[in-house]
């Protein structure tokens, strides 16, 4: 038996013979000071110290990384303050677990809070050496300390957490007491194996298994186990990216421990001593920079931070997005996403900039959110973080133009007063309107305005002064409907300047003059499509922290803007704009609607429409540049062609649905009944249809059915039906796939009841 052995046993037989304050005390004493004139105060004081600390020790899970899904279930970002995902112990490979007991703490699982033996061993060298050149902390001190400095909030309690005195010992051993009774040695060996650095900005075993190998914790050989134990004790020494040599010497240094310990065996250890380190390095992908959906991130972190529902003060919504573990489910639709990413990325001219958001109607889900430029901070590189599809509260600019897209408001409020769709008004180039007052009575100066092209006629009425958008003919529209009342229709769905401020109340609203953001205006538009029932846009559904308890997140507020059959008289006016005006040719050959929109002199464009299913947006232009410096030459219509690529691409695989046809009087012109094509091919189809004065387009989805391939098996509107000639009849038409048609039945001629397409209106 060596001297040092003989020293240890003199010194345990004594210590059982103290009390256990006194072990404590003593031993605590002495490893962290000793200096013979200064240990026999320190342990006097320590002993006395640690019968007085509470052990009340209230164990916090660490900091965990949050996950924000797509409404898909596919992850379109993290956030995290600490790189973690905590895993149970059945998820590390049991290699794993025992490289770190080799070599962090060999006897643990046969001694309490407090390795005497270790201890002991501790204190005879460091009094030899004459400092502190071994610690005698046990796997659970250790877990503590770790905890401990998770849960600082402040400097000083971090500082605290790191004391190198006596106190701080202490207080990690009497906790450690504490936890020893309350949970097993698996409990905490899985805590410390979650909460451990592990270097690189890898906190946590499957944090570390990821960041140095790209594989999960279960999955770890022995070489790659004995390197991550070995990280631990001193995390950027022996981080092996970037000391490999020093990373190399301590996975050895474990190898062998374990092998002293009969882990392995002494053949396994050399085996894997001579192999060279391996690394598959992986970068976490944090914040919205590495996201699928970058700036619909940074309307979800937005949101978050800015919403007081998420917490009371700004450090708590911090600190809850970025250390709080939360699983996010949102109401991105990748599929429409990546439609409007395409769509942005085939822009007329890349010097502009192009933003677009979707939003599904009856709901305020926003499905999709894109901006041309590349999101990030290099301003040489063109990008930016400013998210210019959304509002300021939520990471966007002050707003741009909507141009002639509010002239629907106007439109709204009009048929909502009872103002018959044939009204004609005078609709000249140019012109000068008086007698406007705001919402207190306040009047305005005569508003001279001019249209964006020579007007087709001297006069307009709701359907032509809208497919054409004239200019003069609105500025009449909106003095007859009254200027209050045309703002109050364009806040009942939900329109707010960007900046958060009311509408201003000025002639020129109805032209744009508000600054807003695509956000808004596509939830608008959606309200349209909604028939009237406008809801609040949201991006985030649900909400669980890192224990799985739900917080509640604020949900979409629904609303009636415009009665019903408003709200269907003002789709039936913006599907001839798509038809017969300023955006004909711009359909998508399934029942839609929308409205161009150029800004003032013509210095950026904006699209936006719908369908009964989608809602979307989009605007063009510099936001950045002097206004004197914008005169580009862009209309509504140069913008369509986004609206039409990414709305079709979002839809494709969708079942048409169709419009409501207005029940009530709203003056309808020149109404007809829709010819009865069935079982026609669809060029004589077309030819009876458009014969009936209607416009035609052919569904691109063809519908299985007995019928020749070719042959149309149904239209919508259905034949019969007595409609308005500005609609667009929809044809549908056979694949000859042999599934029984909707057509006739065998006996009564009545549509076959179960069929699953739309037969009517």
Known sequence: MTQRSDQEHAIIKLLRLLGAAIVAGLLVGLIALPAVGSAGMATRDAADGFKNLPDDFNIQPPPERTTVYSADGQVIATFFHHNRESVSLDHVAPIMQNAVIAIEDSRFYQHGPLDMKGSVRALITNAQEGGVKQGGSTLTQQYVKNLLVEAADTPAELNAANAPNVGRKLRELRYAVNIEKRLTKQ????????????????????????????????????PEAALLAGITNSPV????????????????TVLYRMAELKIITKQQADQAAATKIKLHPKLPKSDCVDSK????????????????????????????LYRGGLTIRTTIDMKAQRAAQQALSRRPSHSRTATEAMVKPGTGEIKAMVVSKTYGDSIKHGETTLNLAADYAHGGNLGYSAGSTFKVFTLAAALDKGIDVGTSLPAPYSTTVSGFRDCKGNGSEPWPVQNAEKSKGKTANLQTGTWESVNTFYAELEQRVGLCDSVKMAENFGLKRADG??????????????????????????????????CTPIAITDVTDSAGKKIRVPKSKCSKAVDTETADEVTKILQGVLTKGTAAGMGLGRPAAGKTGTCESFTCAVFAGYTPDLAAAV???????PWANRNYGVYGKDVAPIWRASMNGALSGV?????????????????????????????????????????????PRAVDSTQPAGTVVYTSPSAGNQVDQTTTVMLFVSNGNGVPSPGRGKKNGKPNKGWPFPFGN
């Not at 020494?237 to 970037?242: M, N, V």
């Not at 605007?619 to 540049?625: F, H, L, T, V």
Request: net charge neutral.
């Open 619 to 625: 605007w063009y232009g510099d936001p950045a540049a």
């Open 501 to 534: 401020k009311p509408l201003k109340q000025v002639p020129s609203q109805v032209l744009g003059a508000n600054e807003i953001d695509v956000t808004h205006l596509a939830a608008a538009y959606a309200g349209l499509a909604a028939r009237g029932d406008y």
């Open 655 to 699: 079942r048409a649905s169709s419009f409501h046809t207005p029940v009530n009087d709203f003056g309808n012109l020149d109404q007809a009944k829709v010819p009865d094509v069935h079982g026609m091919p669809v060029g004589q189809a077309k030819q009876q249809i458009e014969k009936a004065g209607f416009t035609v387009q052919v569904s």
């Open 187 to 222: 409990q905490i060996l899985q805590g410390y194996l979650n909460i451990a650095y592990f270097g690189a900005g890898a906190y946590g075993v499957e944090a570390a298994s990821q960041r140095y190998f790209s594989k999960d914790a279960t999955q770890l050989t022995l």
């Open 237 to 252: 020494a022996y981080d092996p990216t970037l000391h490999p040599d020093h990373a190399l010497q301590r996975r050895n």
């Open 293 to 320: 959906a970058p700036f619909f991130c940074e309307y979800v972190k937005t949101e978050i931070l800015g919403n007081p529902a998420f917490g009371k003060t700004s450090a708590d919504r911090v600190k809850l």
